[in-house]
């Protein structure tokens, strides 16, 4: 069994990668989620992470999934969530651990092939992820 070290962050390409293996060639637009985490988290351990959609949720347009990454933790993919339009609204919560400070992202994939991002960053005092 060979072991080798997981890297202390996830660097921009791998970010990059995540976001590619997630949502294909299509490129990310601003405007339409809203991502609400606090810009101190004291404890990275648990921070509260909310992401809302700007959708009527109907069968012709609606969000299909929302996509968690970060820059900072060692891993970039965080979590992906699969909507649709028995949800009702199109809004999802959950705690994330973070490692350090960084750029937090939320990306929502649209019933129509439209990609919408928001992304904060995120102060951490003392990191949740053991490396």
Same mark, same amino acid.
């Given at each position: 069994?060979?072991?080798r ?7 921009p ?9 997630? /949502? ?43 996509? /968690? ?56 005092t ?6």
């Amino acid at each position: 069994v060979l072991l080798r070290p997981l890297p202390a962050q996830a660097a921009p390409d791998q970010v990059a990668a995540a976001l590619a293996r997630l /949502i294909g060639d299509r490129v990310p637009q601003a405007g339409r989620v809203t991502l609400t985490v606090p810009a101190l988290a004291e404890n990275g351990n648990a921070v509260p992470l909310t992401v809302a959609v700007d959708s009527p949720m109907a069968a012709d347009d609606h969000v299909r999934a929302v996509h /968690i990454l970060s820059d900072g933790n060692p891993e970039a993919h965080v979590a992906s969530f699969g909507l649709t339009p028995a949800a009702g609204r199109a809004e999802v919560a959950t705690r994330m651990r973070l490692a350090k400070t960084q750029t937090v992202l939320a990306v929502a994939e649209m019933s129509d092939g439209s990609v919408w991002m928001a992304q904060a960053a995120v102060e951490v005092t003392v990191g949740g992820c053991a490396g």
